[in-house]
């Protein structure tokens, strides 16, 4: 029973368009896709590379930025708490601007090729 | 993989994917396109394929998810009907034939996606329960259960459009 209803299937089975034209679409969407891999893969190595340079320069900067401090340390006065200060003077330090500023361009160096890797992987996959 | 293993690979089951997706759509440009994706999906995910299944049932299963993605949220239309393929049964009783060839279809294509895939992998590609369970990605007893219900629907449908 099984086999001739396998056998009336498979008689009365469609029978699809030509395979040549098929193979050749087929051919050109893996060629595409191999193209969009290769530039997908130099890509990743690129913002790779970016990244390790980020890293390496953040840790290079931390640590010259931390042995200036370490050196060169400001002994700052002692206030009373009840010190009114003068007129335009700020509380914020310039050294503690310079160090947001840092923080700042590193932060955005880090999140740009990070960012712009992650579109990518969202596009391919 | 590299490309021409994958697309020797491939040349071997494209009559029988093409053949499969065409029997499941009923539309034999969306079938093309279901099985263009599918090819290309599994050359994007060739590297992951591990041996351990064989490449025709890894490469059904991808095509069966790239169809059931396909056809969410969009309802299949059981007609028209490609008939284009019944007009070729040969033979001295061809309109025989045609009309059991198109009640069938017409039959198979009235069935719920899971029956319908598991009938035409089980009878039409003659696979055998293990990998149609596999491809399907449910278990074997399963795979027997839709085929049962799915043979008896199949034949009530037949037994109703003969009386009429």
């Known amino acids: 029973m ?7 299937f498979r008689q009365t089975a469609p029978k699809p368009s030509d395979p040549t034209a098929f ?3 087929l051919n050109a969407r893996l060629a595409a896709v191999e193209s969009v891999k290769a530039y997908h893969d130099r890509e990743v190595r690129r913002l790779r590379r970016i990244r390790r340079l980020t890293f390496v320069a953040g840790l290079l900067l931390g640590g010259a930025a ?3 401090f370490i050196l060169h340390p400001v002994r700052l006065p002692e206030l009373p708490l009840d010190t009114r200060l003068p007129e ?4 914020v330090g310039a050294s503690l601007i310079s160090w947001g500023v840092a923080c700042l361009v590193v932060g955005l160096a880090i999140f740009f090729p990070l960012r712009s890797l992650r579109r990518q992987k969202k596009i391919l996959f | 993989m590299t490309r021409d293993e994958f697309i020797s690979l491939a040349a071997a089951e494209q009559e029988s994917l093409r053949r ?4 499941l759509c009923n539309d034999a440009a969306l079938a093309d396109d279901i099985a263009q994706d599918a090819l290309v ?3 994007v995910a060739s590297a992951s394929f591990r041996g351990t299944a064989r490449f025709s049932t890894w490469l059904f299963r991808i095509a069966y998810n790239c169809f059931i993605d396909r056809m969410r949220g ?18 001295p009783e061809a309109a025989d034939g045609r009309f059991r060839h198109e009640d069938l279809h017409r039959a198979i294509g009235m069935l719920p996606d899971k029956e319908r895939a598991a009938l035409l992998l089980f009878y039409m590609e003659d696979k055998p329960v293990k990998e149609v369970a596999e491809i399907l990605e449910m278990p074997a007893g399963s795979v027997r259960a839709y085929l049962t ?4 629907h199949v034949k009530e449908y037949l037994e109703k459009w003969k009386t009429r």
Request: no cysteine; aromatic share 8%.
């Open chain 1, 88 to 91: 335009g003077a700020s509380t």
């Open chain 2, 41 to 43: 999906n599994a050359y």
């Open chain 1, 66 to 68: 931390a042995a200036w």
């Open chain 2, 149 to 152: 219900r799915g043979r008896q």
């Open chain 2, 20 to 23: 499969f997706l065409l029997s």
């Open chain 2, 74 to 91: 969009r309802r299949l239309q059981t007609a028209p009907l490609d008939t284009s393929a019944a007009r070729a049964v040969p033979g």
């Open chain 1, 23 to 25: 193979r050749l679409e």
């Open chain 1, 2 to 8: 099984e086999n001739e209803i396998k056998e009336f």
